[in-house]
T-cell receptor
Framework: NAGVTQTPKFRILKIGQSMTLQCTQD?????MYWYRQDPGMGLKLIYY???????DKGEVPNGYNVSRSTTEDFPLRLELAAPSQTSVYFC????????????FGEGSRLTVL | GNSVTQMEGPVTLSEEAFLTINCTYT??????LFWYVQYPGEGLQLLLK?????DKGSNKGFEATYRKETTSFHLEKGSVQVSDSAVYFC?????????????FGQGTTLQVKP
């Protein structure tokens, strides 16, 4: 009964480095999302996907890329890390269609120095 | 555009006190409204939802009523416990696209002291 699993939980990057945050879900949900959470700012949508092979930009996509080759996996890539990308990242999947009932992973805390 | 505004935190209460966390929204159309809760070190979890005006969502002793006339969805609980200490997020569904993607408020931290 894993739900949504994110790795890694913590990571420190140097400016200009690249990395991928992994996200996988075992609930066969079509819709998946990546959010970032900054202190006092709530959650901002980075990218989302409505199914395998389909992705779209959210509110704050700059500096990130995603892919969705399978229903289960939705990795988020940071190509050239910048201090502004220091944040906590949450992956989520949605039960059903347009239900708004999201299941979140435990988050990945990223620090860029 | 659509937005959600929550009361500033932190909110500090004693155990068994009454809780209200205010949430107001701006939206076109008739979005669904949600409260999510984030316990320390965890991801967000859905607490309750309401899909149309005058609906009341409830769960674990928490309640919120969808008030279209005041564009509000305030969270209430009659008697809080220490275990309710968490960050609470109000959210609405963005109907502009073909997903239920959510717009979140900034979150309100609740601290309950024994």
């Amino acid at each position: 009964n894993a739900g949504v699993t994110q790795t890694p939980k913590f990571r420190i990057l140097k400016i200009g480095q690249s990395m991928t945050l992994q996200c996988t879900q075992d609930m066969n949900h079509n819709y998946m999302y990546w959010y970032r959470q900054d202190p006092g700012m709530g959650l901002k949508l980075i990218y989302y996907s409505v199914g395998a092979g389909i992705t779209d930009k959210g509110e704050v996509p700059n500096g990130y890329n995603v892919s969705r080759s399978t229903t289960e996996d939705f990795p988020l890539r940071l190509e050239l890390a910048a201090p502004s990308q220091t944040s906590v990242y949450f992956c989520a999947s949605e039960r059903g269609t347009n239900t708004g009932e999201l299941f979140f992973g435990e988050g990945s805390r990223l620090t860029v120095l | 555009g659509n937005s959600v505004t929550q009361m500033e935190g932190p909110v500090t209460l004693s155990e068994e006190a009454f809780l209200t966390i205010n949430c107001t929204y701006t939206a076109t159309g008739y979005p669904s409204l949600f409260w999510y809760v984030q316990y320390p070190g965890e991801g967000l979890q859905l607490l309750l939802k309401a899909t149309k005006a005058d609906d009341k969502g409830s769960n674990k002793g928490f309640e919120a009523t969808y008030r279209k006339e005041t564009t509000s969805f305030h969270l209430e609980k009659g008697s809080v416990q220490v275990s309710d200490s968490a960050v609470y997020f109000c959210a609405l569904s963005d109907l502009s696209g073909n997903t239920g993607k959510l717009i979140f408020g900034q979150g309100t931290t609740l601290q309950v002291k024994p």
